[in-house]
């Protein structure tokens, strides 16, 4: 059973469209649910780390938001330079620490 | 800002060859791990360690051995190199406390030819 869904797996946006990603999780006691930034070729750039249902946390261009289902990453006014994918991660209680990592939103800017 | 580092960033390798990922970090970081990610999948963890001579192996199951002798320092072997272990091998690392954030290295593109 798939612990973390990340939708849409590929999104298009016009520069300056704003949009938001979701990262569905079926985990119980959560302990942290974490998003990153990947580029072609390199390693997960760390973003955020949401605790709680109702906590965001903003950064630039990017504000995550929690429920106790879900988080979306919402991004206001993309620029190309916001091109990547987009994990999303959680750690929760039952599995002790180790992370499950969805598949990830493959996102585009067009200029 | 994360100072995780891996090495080689490439390699290409014939079948049946030993090598050695290297992953070092300069954050004083308990946690280490080794993930293994292919085009379009999520990150598969292969094998973790909370400390030195801490290692264990993660939920994929792997031909591959870790070591950890030193705080700073994860690699990764591999006997006998096959085919099937040809993806992207990513480093990362965390502190122990109420937040575990992972910070990652740049990985290692590993063919196997």
């Known amino acids: 059973e798939d612990q973390v869904t990340q939708s849409p797996e590929a999104l298009r946006l016009q520069e300056g469209e704003s949009s938001s990603l979701n990262c569905s999780y079926t985990?119980?006691?959560?302990?942290?649910l974490f998003w990153y930034r990947q580029d072609p070729g390199k390693g997960p750039e760390f973003l955020f780390t949401l605790y709680s249902a109702g906590e965001e946390k903003e950064k630039e261009r990017l504000k995550a938001t929690l429920t106790k289902k879900e988080s979306f990453l919402h991004i206001t006014a993309p620029k190309p330079e916001d091109s990547a994918t987009y994990l999303c991660?959680?750690?929760?209680?039952?599995?002790?620490?180790?992370?499950?990592f969805g598949t990830g939103t493959s996102l585009t800017v067009i200029p | 800002e994360a100072d995780i580092y891996q090495t080689p960033r490439y390699l290409v390798i014939g079948t049946g060859k030993k090598i050695t990922l290297e992953c070092s970090q300069t954050?004083?970081?308990?946690?280490m791990y080794w993930y293994q990610q292919d085009p379009g999948m999520e990150l598969h963890l292969i094998h973790y360690s909370y400390g030195v001579n801490s290692t264990e192996k993660g939920d994929l199951s792997s031909e591959s051995t870790v070591s950890r002798i030193r705080t700073e320092h994860f690699p990764l072997t591999l006997e006998s190199a096959r085919p099937s272990h040809t993806s992207q091998y990513l480093c990362a690392s965390s502190e122990t406390g109420t937040t575990d954030t992972q910070y990652f290295g740049p990985g290692t593109r590993l063919t196997v030819l």
């Open positions: 985990v119980s006691g959560l302990r942290g």
């Open positions: 954050m004083g970081h308990d946690k």
């Open positions: 991660a959680v750690q929760a209680e039952e599995t002790g620490n180790q992370f499950y």
